[in-house]
């Protein structure tokens, strides 16, 4: 299979640009931060927001982009919880409602910044594939009526199929404030702000530990006050003890040729909003700039014992079940070419919401486990590290989010021993079965599944 830069549609259809030099010999930085996806480069962006004489410094294993901010979906959640209902179980009423409103004005300052990156603020619908999904999606706006945001909307089956086009399709909810992007472009961006304002960034260079003040690299290190670790599903490789935090999965994307307009005019899919199934296992897709369908599914990989590697970024098992769901989704439509496949890890946390944290006496911080919401948590985190980083104060600080750790993980074998059984009765569920006495214990802890 091809490499991920090749085989990755954003990171494939990339403009040329010259490639950050690696990093050599023995340098110093007030900061460093190890990991230049979407959370190291907001988190850069912030700090030199709030100092900007900061010396600062990136170092990537890859290419910027490389991890899941340039694999994923270009979806963006109108919050930054997974969803209401656990951000209300999780976290309180109240602070649920202050995390909607921030979640808003987060998507709203990202826009204003994220020019000729194809940003769209179509929204998200939520299509219901049953009545149990219409059910669920009843829950969905009376969570948002209860955190008072406003503009949610409910479709019946005739109302849907105005939206999208497909025989599946019960009903569904049109969900504003998100929308779609290119990562990629996104990422370009930041990373020539950041170099223009003196951000140092190190590319192909692998961290091989941290220790208070220094991070080495081979033969080469960088001495620091201060190091952030924006690794997210790759963390345990530098802070072990964090994998009791969360668990490192793997999600799977195609990308197909350009649809022809006869092909759109059956889809019927004018809004251009990112959809996601109702199904606990759902498909997630969208439409690209240039009209192709990014087809992906929720069903992650676990690959004991938390095995994050690039052997795992493809998967013909996942490649072949997509292209099955996507005909039997849309079967108006010939047989579609995909000739863009690939997979990246994710970090899944408990509460399906990111947390943070200190280690080595507080010289370093990290953040991590979007559970696949990243795009627009990223951007919130980044302010968050950037204000514990620098000391300075923030009302984001005193968040719970912030200050609570999510409920670990069993340690293996009993690890991979859960992931299999709660997969195999999520099937059921999806399958029609009424979940087992094993989900409803872990619905009364608030645990969210799947990615």
């Given at each position: 299979m091809l490499p991920i830069e090749q085989s990755c549609y954003w990171l494939a259809t990339r403009p040329q640009s010259a490639q950050g030099e690696a990093l050599i010999g023995a340098q110093r930085a007030q900061v460093v931060i190890v990991g230049a996806g979407f959370t190291g480069l907001w988190t850069a962006h912030f700090l030199k927001s709030l100092k900007p004489d900061l010396d600062l410094a990136i170092v990537e294993q890859g290419v910027t982009g490389y991890g899941a901010t340039g694999r994923n979906a270009g979806m963006i959640s109108n919050c930054i919880d997974h969803t209401h209902s656990l951000a209300i179980a999780h976290f309180g009423q109240e602070e649920a409602r202050e995390l909607a409103a921030i979640g808003l004005a987060n998507i709203n300052e990202m826009e204003?910044?994220?020019t000729d990156c194809d940003l769209e603020r179509t929204g998200q619908l939520f299509v219901a594939l049953k009545e149990k999904h219409m059910h669920d999606l009843h829950s969905l706006i009376e969570d948002a009526e209860r955190l008072e945001?406003?503009?949610?909307?409910?479709?019946?089956?005739?109302?849907?199929?105005?939206?999208l086009n497909s025989p599946r399709y019960v009903g569904g909810a049109h969900v504003p404030g998100g929308g779609i992007l290119n990562p990629i472009k996104l990422v370009d961006k930041l990373v020539s702000d950041l170099k223009r304002s003196g951000v140092r960034i190190f590319e192909k260079t692998r961290v091989d530990s941290v220790h208070q003040g220094q991070i080495k690299?081979?033969?080469a290190s960088i001495q620091a006050d201060k190091i952030i670790?924006?690794?997210?599903?790759?963390?345990?490789?530098?802070?072990?003890?964090?994998i009791w935090r969360f668990i490192p999965l793997y999600d799977y994307i195609l990308v197909s040729e350009p649809l022809e307009t006869s092909e759109l005019e059956k889809l019927g899919w004018q809004g251009r909003e990112g959809i996601v199934d109702g199904r606990t296992f759902f498909n997630y897709y969208r439409l690209t700039a240039d009209n192709r369908v990014l087809w992906g599914t929720s069903e992650a990989k676990y690959y004991a014992p938390n095995q994050v590697n690039e052997r795992f970024d493809h998967s013909h098992e996942h490649y072949q079940s997509l292209k099955e769901s996507f005909s039997w989704h849309f079967p108006q439509l010939k047989p579609m070419q995909w000739p863009y496949a690939w997979g990246g890890p994710i970090a899944s946390t408990t509460r399906l919401t990111p947390f943070f944290g200190t280690a080595?006496?507080?010289?370093?911080?990290?953040?991590?486990?979007?559970?696949?919401h990243g795009i627009g948590s990223t951007r919130l985190a980044g302010k968050i590290l950037a204000h514990m980083a620098l000391e300075q104060p923030s009302t984001l600080l005193k968040l719970k989010m912030v200050t609570d750790k999510p409920m670990p993980y069993p340690p293996e074998p009993l690890r991979s021993l859960s992931v299999n059984m709660v997969t195999s009765s999520l099937r059921q569920v999806d399958q029609g079965a009424k979940p087992n006495l094993l989900l409803k214990i872990l619905d009364a802890l608030g645990i969210g599944f799947s990615s």
């Open positions: 204003s910044y994220a945001i406003k503009g949610y909307q409910l479709f019946d089956q005739k109302e849907i199929q105005t939206k690299a081979g033969d670790l924006a690794t997210d599903a790759y963390t345990h490789h530098l802070l072990p003890g964090l080595h006496n507080g010289s370093v911080l990290y953040a991590l486990g979007y559970t696949g």
